[in-house]
């Protein structure tokens, strides 16, 4: 299985309308991959808030038409990475999208984690409340945002729902690129997954982005690691590596202690 992670560069010289077809060329040029990826609110920029409100687009808007036409043209499986969603109601969310190589959508997925504690993202937008998993011919995705990644309780949720491949669409600031990999290592060890994290390039909102995107086996190990500008970093995964490590070192079949209730779910009572 052939995968391209496209670490996009967001420009804030450059209008979201040129972004876009710039993302979709790129999309389009991975015609070889089975499955392309892009980063977190690429369309805008993780920390560009004063633009959530003006750029937020329906589920089915621009960045969508786009990306599901790119998805065909390139007859891959493509997590579009994720853009600002405004709902029938005004809520926005951070929504990540995936297509089918015949560009049908096949998911989206609602940020549950939002960053900025009491500021920007986790006050402008909605959480969303569902784990979503992808079904590829070869694998199955699970799929987190950027924040998600400190919590490690969500990955395990994807991977009892299924998931052997890990994918988290980030705009990670550099100032904390070491938690970046340290994290991403991580969750490929304790779910026995492969990660995918893919962030962003270039500064926006005077934040420098920490690119260095990263794909990780399911013993944890650095498959490949891209360098902090623009670029295009293409892996050849082995589903298998999934079940034979899951099977040679059975660590999850240990676990003793069971998940959080569901998001949502109200406290337990005592009898």
């Given at each position: 299985?052939?995968?391209?992670?496209?670490?996009?560069?967001?420009?804030?010289?450059?209008?979201?309308?040129?972004?876009?077809?710039?993302?979709?060329?790129?999309?389009?040029?991975?015609?070889?991959?089975?499955l392309?990826?892009?980063?977190?609110?690429?369309?805008?920029?993780?920390?560009?808030?004063?633009?959530?409100?003006?750029?937020?687009?329906?589920l089915?808007?621009?960045t969508?038409?786009?990306?599901?036409?790119?998805?065909?043209?390139?007859?891959?499986?493509?997590?579009?990475?994720?853009?600002?969603?405004?709902?029938?109601?005004?809520?926005?969310?951070?929504t990540?999208?995936?297509?089918?190589?015949?560009?049908?959508?096949?998911a989206f997925?609602r940020?549950?984690?939002?960053?900025?504690?009491?500021?920007?993202?986790?006050?402008?937008?909605?959480a969303?409340?569902?784990?979503?998993?992808?079904?590829?011919?070869?694998?199955?995705?699970g799929?987190?945002?950027c924040?998600?990644?400190?919590?490690?309780?969500?990955?395990?949720?994807?991977?009892?729902?299924?998931?052997?491949?890990?994918?988290?669409?980030?705009?990670?600031?550099?100032r904390?690129?070491?938690?970046?990999?340290?994290l991403a290592?991580?969750?490929?060890v304790?779910?026995?997954?492969?990660?995918?994290?893919?962030?962003?390039a270039g500064?926006h909102?005077?934040v420098?982005?920490?690119?260095?995107?990263?794909?990780?086996?399911?013993?944890g190990?650095?498959?490949?690691?891209?360098?902090?500008?623009?670029?295009?970093?293409?892996?050849?995964?082995?589903?298998?590596?999934?079940?034979?490590?899951r099977?040679?070192?059975?660590?999850?079949?240990?676990?003793?202690?069971?998940l959080?209730?569901p998001?949502?779910?109200p406290?337990a009572?005592?009898?």
């Amino acid at each position: 299985m052939r995968a391209s992670l496209i670490q996009i560069a967001v420009d804030p010289d450059e209008s979201v309308a040129a972004r876009r077809a710039r993302a979709a060329a790129l999309v389009a040029a991975q015609s070889g991959s089975d499955l392309v990826v892009l980063p977190e609110l690429w369309p805008v920029g993780a920390f560009a808030y004063t633009a959530f409100e003006a750029e937020a687009e329906p589920l089915e808007g621009p960045t969508h038409q786009v990306m599901a036409k790119a998805a065909a043209e390139a007859g891959v499986w493509l997590h579009a990475g994720s853009f600002v969603e405004r709902t029938g109601d005004g809520t926005l969310f951070n929504t990540s999208l995936v297509f089918s190589p015949e560009g049908g959508r096949a998911a989206f997925y609602r940020k549950i984690h939002r960053f900025g504690f009491d500021q920007g993202e986790a006050v402008m937008m909605g959480a969303g409340e569902e784990l979503v998993t992808v079904a590829l011919p070869d694998t199955t995705l699970g799929l987190a945002t950027c924040y998600d990644l400190r919590f490690p309780e969500q990955f395990r949720g994807l991977v009892d729902a299924g998931a052997e491949t890990l994918v988290v669409a980030a705009g990670w600031p550099e100032r904390r690129r070491s938690h970046w990999t340290l994290l991403a290592q991580a969750r490929a060890v304790e779910n026995q997954a492969y990660v995918l994290a893919v962030g962003t390039a270039g500064t926006h909102a005077d934040v420098q982005q920490a690119g260095h995107s990263i794909v990780v086996d399911p013993w944890g190990e650095v498959l490949a690691e891209a360098g902090a500008d623009e670029e295009v970093l293409t892996v050849r995964l082995d589903p298998e590596r999934v079940r034979t490590t899951r099977e040679q070192f059975p660590a999850l079949k240990d676990r003793r202690l069971g998940l959080a209730p569901p998001l949502g779910a109200p406290p337990a009572r005592r009898p």
